[in-house]
């Protein structure tokens, strides 16, 4: 029996550290869509050489393969706003996990790079999804003074599974007769296992996404309070706070009706402010060149000296560091701010950048190769390691954690899907003009990235706002500009 301005009567409540752990326990089933979209978009750095060689690709031809699963990003991201405000975000988990298997199979079967670019671009839909809806979910069942940490799991997962994907690649590589070119103990070429093997996280996600409960925002919007109820009492633990939540989240819908995009204009350049913000931030996210570390590291550290054993080595300990600094940004998101943590990561990538720079551009040129000395060598290795240390401690994990909790919830998803899509076209962009901004020299290409780090930290001291401690309901107010906390 329920009251209608109250909990059910006679209910037990959750412990609040119980709901806290069952809070947790969600964001990291659906963070499970991060470590897929992790995987896939690294498993093909420790191929890309064998790719070259089986299929006689030129710089320009590898540069639209590695990239080609980005355009299907942007392309899932900019639907499963909608779809998931139409069907549920635990739906659009569903459908994204069975599109990363049959991503993975189409992979490995590939005959040539064209059909190898399209089962990338399969992928890359459900990257793009899983990209909108982990961030979306984990922001709507989070308690407001988790939710930093927990958005954070985003990153967390995104970044083991760049981890996995690159010490299974090595592993592949390492037992095969001839690397990543060679043949595999169990039959086939050892690239095309690199990719098969993303059927064992996608299967799990799909599996897992299965069991969790829906978003109480969307419960809300689909008027089925009882199960929003439910959701909120597992996930607070304060039974009295629940129906005052509902009725928060019913002012903050405002309308019934179908999100459109047109929802999403405003006065500046036809869009609201607060999405323009979205907007520049995953674009930045992306300008600093974080992914030509992951997509490109292997070939890259070849390039200045190292073996294919040796390269593949230092891809995972750049991202060990990775995965130890994102546990940096979970202790510190929620104690110290989403935009202190912006500006110490824009700064910090600054210069260890500008030291890549530098170093890269003032290496000899050896048969049309730099090769770093013993002094610039191991300083471009300390170089690349702190850029990923601030990258992973800010710029990686709080980008996600502020897409899914600044756009108010009638928006949330749309603005989220049109953010993410921005993201994933600036990352492509990066990712297919590297190989042609490389030919001009890594210190080209590097300065190029470090000044794009420096234009985010102006950003983001000029536009950016606060969003730790508020709730949901309340993002509202960062419509008003010039919102700092």
Not at 126 to 147: H, Q, T
Not at 241 to 264: A, P, Y
Not at 443 to 449: D, P, R
Request: charged content about 15%; hydrophobic content about 55%; glycine content about 10%.
């Amino acid at each position: 029996m329920t009251t209608e301005g109250g909990d059910a009567v006679g209910r037990p409540q959750a412990e609040p550290s119980h709901s806290a752990a069952i809070a947790a326990l969600l964001a990291g089933a659906a963070a499970l869509g991060g470590f897929l979209f992790g995987y896939d978009t690294s498993v093909i750095n420790g191929t890309v050489e064998a790719l070259k060689s089986q299929f006689h690709l030129n710089s320009f031809v590898v540069g639209l393969v590695v990239s080609s699963a980005l355009l299907g990003c942007a392309v899932g991201a900019w639907f499963a706003g909608p779809l998931a405000d139409r069907f549920g975000r635990v739906r659009v988990m569903q459908a994204a996990a069975l599109l990363f298997v049959v991503s993975a199979l189409g992979s490995a079967l590939a005959f040539n790079a064209w059909d190898l670019t399209f089962w990338r671009v399969v992928g890359g839909l459900a990257i793009g999804a899983a990209s909108v809806i982990a961030p979306a979910y984990i922001a709507e069942i989070a308690p407001a003074d988790l939710r930093g940490r927990l958005g954070s799991l985003q990153q967390m997962a995104i970044v083991l599974g760049i981890f996995a994907a690159l010490v299974v690649d090595y592993m592949i590589a390492r037992v095969s007769d001839g690397g990543a070119a060679g043949e595999f103990p169990w039959g086939g070429t050892a690239w095309r296992w690199m990719f098969a093997s993303a059927v064992v996280p996608a299967v799990i996600y799909g599996v897992i996404a299965s069991t969790i409960p829906e978003s109480p925002r969307y419960l809300v919007k689909k008027r089925k309070l009882d199960q929003a109820r439910q959701v909120l009492l597992k996930v607070t633990g304060r039974g009295g706070d629940v129906d005052l939540k509902i009725r928060d989240i019913v002012r903050s819908l405002t309308t019934e009706r179908q999100v459109k995009l047109s929802d999403l204009r405003g006065p500046r350049l036809g869009l609201r402010p607060i999405v323009w913000v979205g907007i520049l931030l995953s674009v930045f996210q992306q300008f600093v060149g974080i992914n030509v570390i992951f997509y490109y590291s292997s070939t890259l550290w070849q390039s200045v000296g190292f073996s294919e054993d040796d390269a593949m080595i230092t891809s995972v300990i750049t991202s060990v560091t990775n995965v130890v600094t994102t546990l940096i940004a979970i202790a510190l998101v929620d104690k110290i701010g989403r935009r202190r943590l912006l500006l110490v990561g824009a700064a910090g990538m600054a210069v260890t950048l500008g030291t890549m720079t530098v170093c890269f551009a003032t290496a000899p040129v050896v048969g049309g190769e730099p090769h770093l000395g013993e002094v610039a060598g191991p300083l471009a290795l300390i170089a690349a390691n702190l850029y990923v240390l601030f990258f992973g401690a800010t710029w990686g994990p709080v980008v996600w954690v502020m897409l899914g909790e600044m756009f108010t919830n009638f928006i949330r998803a749309s603005a989220l899907a049109v953010a993410a899509a921005a993201q994933w076209i600036a990352n492509w962009l990066i990712t297919v003009s590297f190989p042609g901004m490389a030919s001009l020299g890594l210190g080209f290409a590097y300065g190029f990235y470090a000044l794009c780090a420096a234009i985010a930290f102006v950003f983001v001291l000029r536009d950016v706002p606060e969003t730790r401690g508020r709730e949901l309901e309340d993002m509202d107010q960062l419509e008003t500009p010039r919102v700092r906390a």
